[in-house]
């Protein structure tokens, strides 16, 4: 397995990255779980709601904020990020972690764009957690990744091992939610589109990560082999 280690910058935009990603994580979870978010003005059945105030629910919220895919994703991102600025390499399963936390963080961003921002009144904290976790980081880590690396080490078995996290977290979801009755997004809401929509749409979501981990795949090697060929023209000049 033949991966790039990072240079003394690209270790340095990680530590960026990291504290950034770090610093989402950590304000989302406390202010979630002491009930610091102003409640959302319309909550579709089925989805995330009712944790008592004060700290009899503090529990549920901990639990709720730690199930969506958005904060799963930025959690990665700052693991990621971690390692990769303190030993400025990965080994087999760190390579297939960066390629899941791009992929994740990319959705992540790509669904908030498209789908939530544009009808989400912020207000409060939000005004800052959400952009950060949403929008600063995944550019963040994107062009990190993009200008930094790692480069090569993706292979058949990369993108396998990288598809076991959304597939953990999708059966977690599941059987959590066949406990809760209670679901983080209204494509996974079993209680009101049932077994068979969720099924469809889970697939539909895997075989969209498959085809943005390859994009990304893609991109490395092309960004390699536009190496290569820069080195071989400074060489015979």
Same mark, same amino acid.
Do not use: K
């Given at each position: 397995m033949n991966v790039t280690e990072l240079s003394r910058r690209g270790r340095a935009a990680y530590w960026v990255v990291a504290a950034l990603a770090w610093a989402g994580v950590a304000s989302t979870i406390i202010i979630s779980?002491?009930?610091?978010?102003?409640p959302p003005t319309y909550v579709e059945e089925g989805l995330f709601a009712g944790a008592a105030h004060g700290w009899s629910g503090a529990p549920q919220r901990l639990a709720d904020?730690?199930?969506?895919? %958005?904060?799963?994703? &930025?959690?990665?991102?700052?693991?990621i990020s971690t390692m990769l600025a303190r030993r400025g390499s990965v080994g087999r399963w760190g !390579? #297939?972690?960066?390629?899941?936390? +791009? *992929? *994740?963080?990319?959705v992540? #961003?790509?669904?908030?764009? %498209? +789908?939530?921002? =544009?009808? @989400? $009144? +912020?207000?409060?904290?939000?005004?800052?957690? &959400? /952009?950060?976790?949403?929008? $600063? $980081? /995944?550019a963040a880590f994107v062009g990190t990744a993009a200008l930094a690396g790692p480069r090569g080490g993706i292979t058949w078995g990369t993108l396998g091992r990288a598809l076991?996290? =959304?597939v953990a977290w999708v059966a977690y979801t599941l059987v959590r939610g066949a406990f809760t009755h209670q679901y983080p997004y209204g494509f996974v809401n079993v209680w009101r589109i049932g077994y068979a929509q969720v099924a469809i749409n889970i697939v539909a979501i895997l075989i969209g990560a498959l085809l943005f981990? #390859? +994009?990304? #795949?893609?991109?490395?090697?092309?960004? !390699?082999?536009?190496? !290569? %060929?820069?080195?071989? !023209?400074? @060489?015979?000049?």
């Open positions: 779980t002491l009930g610091g978010y102003a904020c730690l199930s969506y895919f %958005t904060e799963l994703s &930025n959690i990665i991102v700052a693991l !390579r #297939a972690t960066h390629l899941c936390s +791009l *992929m *994740m963080i990319t992540t #961003a790509i669904v908030y764009a %498209t +789908l939530i921002g =544009p009808y @989400e $009144v +912020l207000s409060g904290f939000a005004l800052v957690t &959400n /952009p950060l976790q949403h929008i $600063v $980081v /995944p076991l996290i =959304p981990m #390859a +994009l990304f #795949a893609g991109a490395d090697w092309a960004i !390699r082999q536009a190496g !290569r %060929t820069d080195t071989s !023209r400074s @060489e015979d000049a």
